[in-house]
């Protein structure tokens, strides 16, 4: 990986994907994560992952932050892509046929529950964080 594509966390992002893996039960799926062009992009996803259930194998594409519409992201977006792939793995036997309307609701469904793990996560992150802060007034 070049330092290039590592400033735009890359490597931050890795290390994120072996902390979710852990909580989310995925810890004996083998999942590759890497940046994504236009290929993904040209069919308006933010992210996908490809996987065969059998071997326990995946790769999750991003899109690259280079390769998004302007003002197009939010400050957990790599994060939140990645949730909801991971999610794709921990329900991948309730998948559903493309274009139907289930798979429709499914996918919303894992996009608000992939954004409010992140945004829970990291509260409690900030909230215990400062439980720990000495107290200044003192």
Known sequence: MSELEDAYGLNELK???KEWK??????DWDIKLEWSGYEIA???DQ?????????QTATI???HPEARPPDSSTPYQDEDDLMHELLHLVFV???Q???TIESVVFEQALHKTGRAIVRLYYEARFKNSCAKEPDHDE
């Open 15 to 17: 290390s994120r994907l």
């Open 22 to 27: 852990a909580i989310l039960g995925l810890s």
């Open 42 to 44: 040209c069919r308006g």
């Open 47 to 55: 992210a996908q992952v490809f996987f065969v259930v059998g071997d």
């Open 61 to 63: 594409k991003i899109l």
């Open 93 to 95: 036997h309730q998948r």
């Open 97 to 99: 046929q493309e274009g």
